[in-house]
C-alpha cells in the first residue's frame, strides 16, 4: 500500500521517502507469529527508520499503518510522539497529512484507524487531506478518509482496486501539498 501511495505521488512529480517504523514488542512476543521476525527483518533492511527530520523535510506526510484493534499500531504512535520537539517550533504546521491503514478482517477498523490518525495529525498543525470521492476507484475499494485493505486471515496483498485507491490518494496529497507550497 504505502509503495501505491508512493506511486502515486511520484507521478506528480514528488520527492517521496518511505520509511518504516520499528518494532516495539520483544522478541518473544514476535516469534509467536508465524512469519512476523522474518518480514520485520526483511523490511527493517529495506526502509529506513523514520526520523523526526524526515517529517521536517517533508511538505506532506502520508502515515500508513496496520489496524490494532481499531486504532493504529504502537510502533506508528512512537514515532508520532516523537514529534513534540516539531510541534514545539511550529516546524509541521500547514504541512498536508494523510492517512491509510490494512486489517485482517473486514469490519476490523479500518475507518477508524485512519480517522484516529487525524487527532495527532491536528495537534501537529498538519492540513489533513482525505481522498474524498474524488476518483471511482474509491467507490470500488477504500474509504474517502483513506486507503484500506482487508489481508484476510493468510495476509493477501492488497487488490489492483485497493493499489488504485492507495495511487488516488498519494496523487491527491501531492497535488494539494503543492498547492499549498506555490501559495507560500
Given at each position: 500500500m504505502a509503495l501505491a501511495v508512493g506511486?502515486?505521488?511520484?507521478?506528480?512529480?514528488a520527492e517521496v521517502r518511505l520509511r518504516r517504523a520499528r518494532d516495539i514488542v520483544g522478541r518473544d512476543v514476535m516469534v509467536k507469529v508465524p512469519g512476523w521476525v522474518e518480514?520485520?527483518?526483511?523490511?527493517?533492511?529495506?526502509?529506513?527508520?523514520?526520523?523526526?527530520?524526515?517529517?521536517?523535510w517533508a511538505d506532506a506526510v502520508v502515515f500508513g499503518t496496520p489496524t490494532r484493534f481499531g486504532n493504529a499500531a504502537a510502533e506508528l504512535k512512537a514515532y508520532i510522539d516523537s514529534l513534540g520537539g516539531l510541534w514545539f517550533q511550529g516546524k509541521l504546521n500547514g504541512k498536508v497529512g494523510s492517512a491509510f491503514t490494512s486489517t485482517s478482517t473486514p469490519h476490523g477498523g479500518n475507518e477508524s484507524t485512519i480517522i484516529s490518525l487525524y487527532n495527532p495529525l491536528a495537534h501537529l498543525g498538519f492540513i489533513i487531506?482525505?481522498?474524498?470521492y474524488v476518483d471511482?476507484?474509491?467507490?470500488?475499494?477504500?474509504?474517502?478518509?483513506?486507503?484500506?485493505?482487508?489481508?484476510?486471515?493468510n495476509s493477501s496483498p492488497p487488490t489492483e482496486d485497493e493499489l488504485t485507491v492507495a495511487r488516488v490518494q498519494g496523487k491527491r496529497v501531492a497535488q494539494v501539498a503543492e498547492k499549498l507550497k506555490a501559495g507560500h
Open positions: 506511486e502515486g505521488a511520484k507521478a506528480e512529480g518480514n520485520a527483518g526483511r523490511m527493517d533492511a529495506e526502509y529506513p527508520a523514520p526520523t523526526p527530520e524526515d517529517a521536517e487531506v482525505p481522498i474524498g471511482p476507484a474509491v467507490f470500488k475499494a477504500g474509504t474517502p478518509y483513506g486507503a484500506s485493505h482487508v489481508s484476510g486471515q
